[in-house]
């Protein structure tokens, strides 16, 4: 960019001097003018008889004469050249304007990457905590009742954060909740899942931390019927006004121990 503005000065000023000396060569070549009167023309006076017969034209007073259109003066080509240099710099402003543009839409790109690349990322993984593995009834109900029965699981959260940057967890929320056959969302309907530990936790850059949650809900297991342990962890992160979140969804299958991350993209992400 420096070179073209180098370029588009340097090409100014040698118009400049062109116009100057062509300016200079036509006051040269044109003819003084000054403001002394035009002497008259013998053979356009007119006689005027004694008799002043009809038909005749009347004398004019002398030193009168008759007054021409006034011509537009012509272009000079000193004004063509000026006329040029001017559009040049119009020229040359447009197409600085438009790279001072690009540059920061460069460096704009440029800086969201270093923020993509430095800043904290949270994952979030779901276990049975080892006091109990599964999903169980506190009344000893078998797979396949046909009541509905109030389903408990006690699980362990992990979350760790792959970034190079601190992050601090102000948001936990898990639910345990029976969806079943065709009627489990698109979304995890997250404001439904139950708050859990309310303090704020803070993990460094590569640090992991744990939690152990019980979770309960009611409803009928059958082999259609998908029992499901989902919820959401949001947190900060020191690069101001960008905050993270990250969503899980875990299919227990009909052993009751077996849990499978969900195929839905919407039910696992880490943002």
């Known amino acids: ?31 003084p003018r000054n403001n002394q009167p035009t002497p008259e023309n013998p053979s356009t006076r007119i006689e005027i008889n004694v008799g002043n017969p009809p038909y005749t034209q009347p004398a004019q007073p002398q030193g009168q004469h ?23 710099y119009a020229l040359s402003s447009i197409l600085t304007y438009f790279m001072i543009r690009r540059q920061a839409k460069i460096a704009k790109s440029g800086t969201d990457a270093v923020i993509a690349i430095e800043r904290a990322w949270i994952t979030v ?20 009742e046909s009541r509905p029965v109030n389903w408990n699981a006690m699980i362990r959260m992990t979350y760790k954060n ?3 940057t601190p992050a601090w967890i102000f948001e936990r929320r898990a639910s345990l909740k029976i969806f079943e056959s065709g009627t489990r969302p698109e979304k995890p309907p997250l404001k ?28 009928i297991r059958t082999w259609d019927n998908l029992i499901v342990i989902y919820g959401v962890v949001g947190y ?3 690069i101001p006004k960008i905050l993270g979140e990250s969503v899980f969804g875990y299919g227990v ?11 839905a993209p919407e039910w696992n992400t880490n943002a």
Request: one cysteine or more; charged letters at 20%.
């Open 1 to 31: 960019m420096r070179l073209s503005a180098l370029l588009s000065v340097a090409f100014i000023l040698i118009l400049s001097v062109n116009a100057q000396q062509v300016s200079k060569t036509d006051s040269e070549k044109t003819p």
């Open 162 to 164: 792959e970034g190079k």
């Open 125 to 144: 993984t779901i276990d049975w905590s080892p006091a109990h593995e599964g999903i169980f009834d506190m009344k000893g109900a078998s797979f396949g």
């Open 192 to 219: 439904d899942a139950a708050i859990i530990h309310h303090e704020i936790v803070s993990l460094a850059a590569g640090e992991e931390k744990s939690c152990d949650t019980p979770l309960s809900c009611e409803g």
């Open 236 to 238: 900060r992160t020191v």
């Open 253 to 263: 299958l009909m052993d009751g121990k077996t849990r499978k991350p969900l195929e």
């Open 66 to 88: 008759a007054i021409a259109p006034a011509q537009p003066a012509p272009i000079s080509n000193g004004e063509w050249l000026i006329a040029g240099i001017t559009g040049v």
